[in-house]
């Protein structure tokens, strides 16, 4: 019985470890916590959010016009992201592809500095756009979505 229970703490210890192994590392100059976007007069910034109609598939990370934006794992980068169809936000409509530590996922509003190759942790990969050029009195940020639309909240 002794054993049995030393195995299942074992074991619970792995699953713990496994479940915290994976966390972004800061994306923002200026937002070295990756503190979220909570409520603006646009909406809110958390994964599932109502955006009209839709709901919202990423989680929305602060980060102020022209900020610089860091790799938050080493990363390897995989080509740019378009974000909208509509010509009037084309001054935000960058973003790019990354896989690192596991996971795809996609990062929006940044122009990045390249579209390919690798990056390490903590090293930049491009610019925050001029969201308020778009969205005036928004809480400019970087929208972080996984390539499969899951929710990466329990990353950060
Ligand atoms: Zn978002």
Known sequence: MKTCILLLAAVLVAVAHVCESVRFGPLCSGNPSNTRRTSDSWGQGHYGARRGSRTHKG????????????????????????????????????????????????????????????????????????????????????????????DPTHYF
């Open 59 to 150: 989680l929305d990370i602060v980060c102020l016009d022209g900020a610089t934006v860091y790799a938050p794992f080493d990363v390897t980068l995989n080509g740019k992201v378009i974000v909208y169809t509509d010509p009037a936000k084309a001054a935000i409509n960058n973003g790019i592809n990354l896989s690192g530590a596991g996971l795809c996922f996609k990062l929006f509003y940044v122009r990045p500095d390249r579209t390919s190759g690798t990056v390490r942790k903590g090293q930049r990969i491009g610019t925050m756009l001029p969201m308020q050029s778009v969205y005036p009195g928004i809480t400019s940020h970087v929208h972080v979505q996984m390539c499969d639309k899951s």
